[in-house]
């Protein structure tokens, strides 16, 4: 009964690094999700995936690649890492995008640049 | 364009007390509305959904909310807090692309933070 995992939980990055947070989600679910959230600005979209195959960016997408691999899994990609981009990271996933249907989300990926 | 606002980034109330919590909402569409729960370093939980027909929508833990579309609000509460409710929480309407589309994304307000005393 995982719903949709998230990983690394925890990381700490320098200036310039980068890295690639993995997403998976086993409710055979269509739509996925990036989403960032910082104190008192509640979550921001980053990058979405209407199905597989298909990416479109959100409301926050600079600094930030993402890669639909297959129906289960969406990365999220920091090529180079700044401090700005110090924040929790969720995925999320939707069937298929019928409006209303509920947005499940993952624990989130607590990520420090330092 | 598609957006919410939650008036009160913290709100306190006693165990026992009624909960109130505020959510605005800006659409130029019928708007389909939610509200999530998140714990401490947990993510967000559907705690109820607005989409069509009834506009009275009871949740999990004993919470509803109202779609006014009058007032434009969606307002949650909870007749008696616990304190298990102390979280915060998150208000979301959906979002539409240019042609129409949505698949499904939100956009969020800003939050309140749920504080319980004994």
């Known amino acids: 009964n995982a719903g949709v995992t998230q990983t690394p939980k925890f990381q700490v990055l320098k200036t310039g690094q980068s890295m690639t947070l993995q997403c998976a989600q086993d409710?055979?679910?269509?739509?996925m999700y990036w989403y960032r959230q910082d104190p008192g600005m509640g979550l921001r979209l980053i990058y979405y995936s209407a199905s597989e195959g298909t990416t479109d960016k959100g409301e926050v997408p600079n600094g930030y690649n993402v890669s639909r691999l297959n129906k289960r899994e969406f990365s999220l990609r920091l090529e180079s890492a700044a401090p700005s981009q110090t924040s929790v990271y969720f995925c999320?996933?939707?069937?298929?995008?019928?409006?209303?249907?509920?947005?499940?989300f993952g624990e989130g990926s607590w990520l420090t640049v330092v | 364009a598609q957006s919410v606002t939650q008036l009160g980034s913290h709100v306190s109330v006693s165990e026992g007390a009624l909960v109130l919590l505020r959510c605005n909402y800006s659409s130029s569409v019928p708007p389909y509305l939610f509200w999530y729960v998140q714990y401490p370093n947990q993510g967000l939980q559907l705690l109820l959904k607005?989409?069509?027909?009834?506009?009275l929508v009871k949740g999990i833990n004993g919470f509803e909310a109202e779609f006014k579309k009058s007032e434009t609000s969606f307002h949650l509460t909870k007749p008696s807090a616990h304190m298990s409710d102390a979280a915060e929480y998150f208000c979301a309407v959906r979002v539409f692309n240019a042609g129409g589309t949505s698949y499904g994304k939100l956009t969020f307000g800003q939050g309140t933070i749920l504080t319980v005393h004994p």
């Open positions: 999320a996933s939707s069937p298929f995008g019928v409006d209303g249907n509920t947005i499940y």
């Open positions: 607005y989409t069509t027909g009834a506009t």
């Open positions: 409710m055979n679910h269509n739509s």
